[in-house]
Nanobody, 124 residues
Framework: QVDLAETGGGSVQPGGSMTLACVVK????????AGWFRQAPGKEREGVAS????????YYAPSMKGRVTISHDKATNSLTLQMTSLKPEDTAMYYC?????????????????WGQGSMVTVSS
């Protein structure tokens, strides 16, 4: 069984930075796809970034490319999403998610396990 526990989130001013973390319990020694998604009020859930823990280039959504970095720490089996130059339109609930196998072409409905969500508010 896989379980995800997120930490981070909160309020930040425009132009600021924030880091979200997600500890993954499960998938011990098994590579998997891990992603970060966000959902703003009244909008659909959208992908932010994803990474295959065995290697390869991470995927970044065009709206956030250059402003976010996704990483996976094998020692702690945890994910991190570093965000910079945040804008008010980045305000959303952010979720980490995992699924077995590679990340190729996976949408939100393809991910089996989700974190509880972390609210990020960008406002002056």
């Amino acid at each position: 069984q896989v379980d995800l526990a997120e930490t981070g989130g909160g309020s930040v001013q425009p132009g600021g930075s924030m880091t979200l973390a997600c500890v993954v319990k499960g998938y011990t020694y098994i590579p998997y796809c891990a992603g970060w998604f966000r959902q703003a009020p009244g909008k659909e859930r959208e992908g932010v970034a994803s990474i295959y823990t065995l290697g390869g280039n991470p995927y970044y959504a065009p709206s956030m490319k250059g402003r976010v970095t996704i990483s996976h720490d094998k020692a702690t089996n945890s994910l991190t999403l570093q965000m910079t130059s945040l804008k008010p339109e980045d305000t959303a609930m952010y979720y980490c998610a995992t699924d077995s196998g590679q990340c190729y072409n996976k949408g939100p409905s393809d991910y089996a396990t989700w974190g509880q969500g972390s609210m990020v508010t960008v406002s002056s």
